[in-house]
């Protein structure tokens, strides 16, 4: 993308989100402050909008009241246009919060347009997503405000399940990567070296590749 056009896009971006944080502006103590951070040689840097055209930048978008608190975020490589939210009294345990759409799950009623987006490329895409944000979070900020120690832990329960799931899905590809390995090695007779791809996994091995790495302890025992 030209460097030129970022500036366009963190005008975008702030006019946005000063739009979708609008529901909130009536509320007590509403506040509202945006800048850009831009990555340099030498680790980030606040700059303005046109400061940030050579490289990576960083922008976000910080709203609270006196019941809520946010930010909407735009940048990094990814062009990813995210928003989190949290009550006062969250915030106030220093936990930073969560995201929009882990809010709307745990509400029972997901909304893709809370999923915000990736490579946001263009100012009227900016646009759409951040008020699709803002859509969303003038539906639900009663609720997360008004969220207890239940809510709270149903979305922290569900992330520790996202990850448990990454992990084993992460452990089933280590686990076909080693045993496709350990199938051409024995294939090939290479008895130490389905040893070395079978034994660190022993607790995940199949019945059959339980067997094979029998095997081939025995072989490498004969063959030594």
């Known amino acids: 993308m030209p460097p030129a056009q970022t500036p366009q896009l963190l005008r975008a971006f702030f006019e946005a989100s000063r739009d979708a944080v609008r529901c909130l502006a009536s509320e007590p103590g509403f506040k509202y402050e945006h800048s850009v951070d831009a990555l340099t040689e030498t680790g980030?840097?606040?700059?303005?909008?046109?400061?940030?055209?050579?490289?990576?930048?960083?922008?976000?978008?910080?709203?609270?009241?006196?019941?809520?608190?946010?930010?909407?975020?735009?940048?990094?490589?990814?062009?990813?246009?995210?928003?989190?939210?949290?009550?006062?009294?969250?915030?106030?345990?220093?936990?930073?919060?969560?995201?929009?759409?882990?809010?709307?799950?745990?509400?029972?009623?997901p909304d893709p347009r809370a999923s915000g987006d990736q490579l946001v490329l263009t100012p009227d895409r900016v646009r759409a997503v951040v008020g699709d944000l803002g859509?969303?979070?003038?539906?639900?900020?009663?609720?997360?405000?008004?969220?207890?120690a239940d809510g709270i832990a149903a979305i922290q329960d569900a992330r520790a399940g996202r990850r448990q799931e990454s992990t084993d899905a992460e452990s089933e590809r280590d686990h076909q990567h080693r045993a496709t390995q350990?199938?051409?090695?024995?294939?090939?007779?290479?008895?130490?070296?389905?040893?070395?791809?079978?034994?660190?996994?022993?607790?995940?091995?199949?019945?059959?590749?339980?067997?094979?790495?029998?095997?081939?302890?025995?072989?490498?025992?004969?063959?030594?």
């Open 135 to 148: 859509a969303v979070l003038t539906d639900i900020w009663p609720k997360v405000a008004a969220a207890g």
């Open 44 to 109: 980030a840097r606040r700059v303005t909008s046109e400061e940030a055209a050579p490289g990576l930048f960083f922008a976000g978008a910080r709203f609270a009241t006196n019941r809520v608190t946010g930010e909407i975020t735009y940048g990094d490589r990814e062009f990813f246009v995210n928003m989190v939210l949290a009550p006062r009294t969250l915030t106030a345990r220093n936990n930073q919060g969560f995201a929009l759409w882990e809010w709307s799950a745990a509400f029972g009623a």
């Open 182 to 224: 350990a199938a051409e090695a024995f294939r090939n007779r290479d008895y130490a070296r389905v040893i070395a791809l079978l034994a660190p996994i022993t607790s995940r091995l199949t019945d059959a590749e339980r067997a094979k790495l029998r095997l081939a302890r025995r072989y490498a025992e004969t063959t030594r």
